[in-house]
């Protein structure tokens, strides 16, 4: 905290990176040590994959004027839970609802990733925080993964491409889904029915990938994403 202490007076945005910053101790130490100084102007910002927050560091969090967080989710359910081994939706679910309902103050996003495995649970997660967390109209921020390309999402096949390019069509009539939201959906069907001229080949190192995986992991990748 020696170079934190350094700037504290002309502090303006404290950003925390991780593993999980709110677990990290000096990160504590650092909100507190802004209150005791009524520091509490600060934007404290930071990302978490919500698998476990502090709740005293949340508490800290009530006591600043600005606060933004971003969850990394990369779908809802089980299907988050196989992109994100080994993650727990319930525990996903449970914190960002906690978040939700902390403070007005606190800016809550979620970021995603949006892959050929995920899809349609992208879609799934959107409407979930549509009606699951209405408090406040939360950003679902895709983030369309091009690396590697055996995972993106224009190697579908045709059949899938226009299952998901329905199913995101049905998402949004709802009415209940933040325009933005709306925005981004538009955005991933787009990138969806792109042509991939190397689709076919693509498709059989994304079957040996997630082969690979199940092997090691005892999964399924089926019955995951039937």
């Known amino acids: ?14 950003y925390f990176t991780g593993g999980e910053p709110t677990m990290i101790k000096s990160n504590l130490a650092a909100l507190e040590k802004l209150i005791a100084l009524k520091k509490t102007d600060v934007l404290v910002s930071f990302t978490t994959n919500l698998q476990k927050l502090e709740p005293k560091f949340l508490d800290l969090l009530k006591d ?20 994100r081994f080994p993650s727990d939706w319930q525990s996903v679910s449970t914190n960002l609802l906690a978040i939700h309902n902390l403070s007005s103050k606190i800016n809550l996003s979620i970021i995603c990733v949006v892959q050929a495995a995920n899809v349609f649970s992208v879609v799934d997660l959107m409407r979930w925080v549509a009606k699951t967390l209405p408090k406040n109209q939360i950003q679902v921020m895709p ?13 579908l096949p045709d059949h899938l491409k226009a299952k998901a390019s329905t199913y995101i069509d049905d998402a949004l009539k709802d009415p209940e889904i933040f325009e933005k939201n709306k925005n981004y959906l538009k955005h991933i069907k787009t990138q969806i029915l792109r042509e991939n ?29 039937p």
């Not at 905290?1 to 404290?14: I, M, S």
């Not at 983030?143 to 190697?155: A, E, G, N, R």
């Open 64 to 83: 600043f004027s600005r606060v933004e967080i971003t969850g990394s989710v990369d779908g809802y359910g089980a299907a988050t839970e196989y992109i």
């Open 143 to 155: 983030t369309i993964l091009q690396d590697p390309p055996y995972l993106s999402v224009d190697i």
């Open 1 to 14: 905290l020696e170079n934190f202490d350094k700037c504290l007076l002309t502090l303006k945005r404290l």
């Open 197 to 225: 001229p190397r689709a076919a080949e693509l498709r059989v190192k994304f079957k040996a990938y997630m082969n690979y995986l199940d092997q090691t992991r005892k999964t399924n990748f089926l019955r995951t994403f």
